[in-house]
């Protein structure tokens, strides 16, 4: 399967980093450098970060398969499932209730690092694969993310113990 980001959450990423910038950066054109401004010109920094961020996942296709996940576009690579050493799920609320917020995968494996978050399309069925991939290769994960896989309707087997 190939997927991508989901384009309205790319754009509305666009729409706060054009507007991070702007704000930052128009002061910037209309009064004399002082602490103030430096602070602007940093934040502002930040958000052409986040908006060059964005234009990467933008140029990126994800392809996941049987046999392994790949990204496809600037910084790209490859890991196998059976090469998978490290998978994280991790969850961010944006209020306190949980009710709204982010998942944040990261795989990673023969040497590469992958991090997935879930405005990706078929973000679920990639969990899926890492998850049964985990489980094949007896990965240690923490209870953290096996309450984000259970949130997910992915259950994970249990942590061996050793004798």
């Not at 103030?36 to 060059?52: D, E, I, Q, S």
């Not at 046999?67 to 496809?72: C, D, K, N, Q």
């Not at 040497?111 to 694969?129: C, H, K, M, Q």
């Amino acid at each position: 399967m190939t997927l991508r980001y989901a384009r309205p959450a790319l754009y509305a990423d666009y729409a706060r980093a054009a507007v991070g910038v702007a704000i930052c950066f128009l002061p910037l054109l209309f009064v004399a450098s002082n602490t103030v401004t430096l602070a602007l010109a940093a934040l502002g920094a930040l958000f052409l970060l986040f908006g060059a961020r964005t234009a990467l996942r933008h140029a990126t296709q994800i392809v996941a398969d049987d046999s392994g996940i790949a990204a496809r576009g600037p910084f790209g690579g490859r890991i196998a499932w059976e090469r998978l050493e490290r998978l994280k799920l991790a969850y961010y609320a944006t209020r306190r209730d949980r009710k709204g917020g982010w998942m944040h995968m990261t795989l990673a494996g023969d040497g590469r690092t992958l991090r997935l978050d879930s405005s990706l399309d078929g973000f679920n069925d990639v969990a899926r694969l890492a998850a049964r991939a985990g489980a094949t290769n007896n990965l240690e994960v923490s209870p953290a993310t096996r309450a984000n896989f259970a949130a997910l309707d992915i259950s994970l087997p249990a942590a061996e113990t050793p004798a």
